[in-house]
């Protein structure tokens, strides 16, 4: 990510000097967006209550664990991964999980084979109604740009070394089609049920930048 | 545009800073910024193509300096203005201008939940010939547009295979700047990595990427 987004991400509200010039210094972003709030709540076009609504439901509702159901089922349920793969966005539908950022779902599958990986070069397109909001790293120019041109590169500082056996098909998100990553479904995992399976999945495996382990995995939403 | 949000291949942009269980929001501003976007979105002024554009004119300097979310706010202030929701002097003092007028009625909280899960979908029932089929080869034109554009250009003048057709689906690059829906046939197209970046890229790997008839031709 760029300096400014680590800046915010240690609390900082202060530029550090050395590296601005002083016309590059912003405003208190925090007090800008309170006044801009303000102008538009006065102004009728906002109601403060709709906004934390919002906020609830992706802070609460929407993330990951939605994705994880999915995936937890795709193994367990052969008629249903048959479902997902023909027609994502309708058995994703299924579990009620519809609408912005999810219209228009394609699930691609991982196997020994085949790694799958999801990007959006252009901005940050990422499938929200599986996954919630997009993670910093995701957004960021670094994944952004080397993804497409190196994306054995990236796997490895995720920690993920893949053989060249192994093809890797990198997704860029272009268009409103949303993808999610089928991870392979773990060795040792046989007689775990759905529930339980869910429990494995991290967000990361889901965007391809990772694998379903049993044991604990690199973050756990 | 060749833009600096085009950054696909880009070298230069540092090492990827992974954060260990991140917070959906980093500050209470974020969460609302993201919210004010939605909730103006409600209004439907513009549309998720011309958002995109309204980051895409952000001077390069700017959108590299800034975080994600403040460009969010640079957006949503760029698309207020354009659709006179706002006037600069608004803006500027943070307060309605004497007798503006006051719409109504905005999104209210029980509308939230509705709205996010109806999104907007993008396909449309229209009858429209496909120009492509699964397994033809292809080459994404190449083509500069100055306005808003889905085609990288990391893509323009290579040459791809048609893997699937998506169906018909809004054209990006005439709805973000309010010149119709244009609808037309949408594909997935494989790149072999090896065509977009030479020889040093594995011989099996590819990139997919979701492009429009209008950014194709038959190779």
């Known amino acids: 990510m760029d300096t400014r987004d680590r800046e915010h991400r240690h609390g900082s509200g202060e530029h550090h000097g050395h590296d601005h010039a002083p016309q590059e210094v912003p405003p208190d972003v925090a007090l800008r967006v309170k006044a801009l709030e303000s102008l538009l709540i006065e102004k009728g076009l906002v109601d403060p209550a709709a906004l934390d609504a919002i906020i609830d439901m992706y802070e609460h509702k929407v993330g990951p664990r939605n994705g994880a159901r999915v995936v937890a089922r795709a193994w367990s349920d052969p008629a249903y991964k048959k479902r997902l793969m023909a027609d994502a966005s309708a058995a994703i539908a299924e579990f009620g999980y519809t609408g912005r950022q999810g219209e228009h779902m394609v699930v691609v599958e991982n196997t020994p084979k085949l790694h799958n990986l999801v990007v959006c070069t252009l901005c940050s397109c990422y499938p929200w109604t599986v996954l919630g909001l997009p993670p910093v790293w995701y957004k960021s120019a670094p994944y952004r740009s080397r993804a497409v041109i190196d994306p054995r590169g990236v796997l490895r500082e995720f920690g993920l070394e893949l053989g060249e056996d192994v093809e890797v098909r990198v997704w860029d998100s272009t268009s409103e089609m949303r993808y999610l990553v089928l991870p392979e479904r773990p060795a040792g995992s046989e007689g775990m049920d759905e529930a339980a399976l869910a429990e494995l999945v991290t967000r990361d495996a889901m965007i391809g930048v990772a694998k379903v382990t049993l044991g604990k995995g690199r973050e756990r939403p | ?219």
Do not use: C
């Not at chain 2, 942009?13 to 993201?34: D, K, Q, T």
């Not at chain 2, 990006?172 to 090896?194: I, K, M, T, W």
């Open chain 2, 1 to 219: 545009m060749n833009g600096i949000h085009d950054m696909g291949g880009m070298h230069g942009m540092g090492a990827i800073e992974y954060e260990a269980r991140e917070p959906v929001f980093h500050a209470r501003w974020e969460a609302r910024v993201l919210a004010l976007n939605l909730a103006m979105g409600a209004w439907h002024k513009w549309n998720i193509d011309a958002t995109r554009h309204a980051i895409e004119l952000i001077p390069a300097r700017e959108y590299l300096r800034m975080s994600y979310y403040e460009r969010w706010i640079a957006r949503l202030v760029t698309l207020s203005l354009q659709a006179g929701l706002v006037s600069r002097a608004e803006v500027e003092s943070g307060r309605p201008d004497p007798g503006s007028a006051k719409l109504s009625p905005a999104l209210a909280p029980s509308g939230v939940e509705p709205m996010l899960g109806r999104g907007a979908p993008a396909n449309r029932d229209v009858a429209v010939a496909a120009s492509f089929k699964a397994g033809d080869k292809v080459r994404a034109r190449n083509i500069h547009p100055i306005g808003h554009t889905r085609l990288p250009r990391y893509a323009r003048g290579r040459l791809g295979t048609i893997a699937r057709d998506h169906g018909v689906y809004v054209f990006p690059d005439s709805r973000a700047h309010f010149l119709g829906e244009n609808p037309q046939h949408l594909y997935s197209v494989r790149f072999a990595a090896r065509e977009l970046w030479g020889e040093t890229a594995s011989r099996r790997d590819s990139v997919y990427l979701d492009l429009w008839d209008d950014y194709l031709e038959r190779a």
